[in-house]
T-cell receptor, first 110, second 117 residues
Framework: TQLLEQSPQFLSIQEGENLTVYCNSSSVFSSLQWYRQEPGEGPVLLVTVVTGGEVKKLKRLTFQFGDARKDSSLHITAAQTGDTGLYLCAGINYGQNFVFGPGTRLSVLP | DTGVSQDPRHKITKRGQNVTFRCDPISEHNRLYWYRQTLGQGPEFLTYFQNEAQLEKSRLLSDRFSAERPKGSFSTLEIQRTEQGDSAMYLC???????????????FGQGTRLTVV
């Protein structure tokens, strides 16, 4: 069974601070996605990383896929209150279903 | 809106009743997934289809649960004899798999929130 772990589980920071959240697995994934989910809504896709060592930037968000394609990180620079939400990572292994981590719940305080 | 749509958004039912949810995927997507999410947790995989074929079912999908995608377009998820433990958000997602490229991205609907009383 492929499992994804995310850390930290909860994170509360002040607006303007930087943060990094992590997604780890003992399994290799062919690609990994990051989603953000707000209460009562479905997850919204932020980015997909495919190549080991790949770094993608989306405005203030930087995503990295580990060299071995087993882990990933999401770094947010100068967090804003609008970044508040549940951040989920999901891995897919060569065309099978998506496996989700438990999520990191981020609160950015004004 | 050409995204994934789910109906209904909310459903309250009495224990023991049957419920059915519908998912309309993005039109050109050949894969459709069902997930269940409880409060504070990540989505848990239930089942997925490629076109009309159901390719995988989770052990979470007891015999009270059945999913169909008869024409390879919309899908339904039915829960029979609902129990309080079935209360959750049921999420549908779709994706496009092309040829030998096994990497794909899932796009989610807004979910159906089920409450069993």
């Amino acid at each position: 069974t492929q499992l994804l772990e995310q850390s930290p589980q909860f994170l509360s920071i002040q607006e303007g601070e930087n943060l990094t959240v992590y997604c780890n697995s003992s399994s290799v994934f062919s690609s990994l996605q990051w989603y953000r989910q707000e209460p009562g809504e479905g997850p919204v896709l932020l980015v997909t990383v495919v190549t080991g060592g790949e770094v993608k930037k989306l405005k203030r968000l930087t995503f990295q896929f580990g060299d071995a394609r087993k882990d990933s990180s999401l770094h947010i620079t100068a967090a804003q209150t609008g970044d508040t939400g549940l951040y989920l990572c999901a891995g897919i292994n060569y065309g099978q279903n998506f496996v989700f981590g438990p999520g990191t719940r981020l609160s950015v305080l004004p | 809106d050409t995204g994934v749509s789910q109906d209904p958004r909310h459903k309250i039912t009495k224990r023991g009743q049957n419920v059915t949810f519908r998912c309309d995927p993005i039109s050109e997507h050949n894969r459709l997934y069902w997930y269940r999410q409880t409060l504070g947790q990540g989505p848990e995989f239930l089942t997925y289809f490629q076109n009309e074929a159901q390719l995988e079912k989770s052990r979470l999908l007891s015999d009270r649960f059945s999913a169909e995608r008869p024409k390879g377009s919309f899908s339904t998820l039915e829960i029979q004899r609902t129990e309080q433990g079935d209360s959750a958000m049921y999420l549908c997602a779709s994706s496009l798999i092309r040829g030998r490229d096994m990497n794909t991205e899932a796009f989610f609907g807004q979910g159906t929130r089920l409450t069993v009383v």
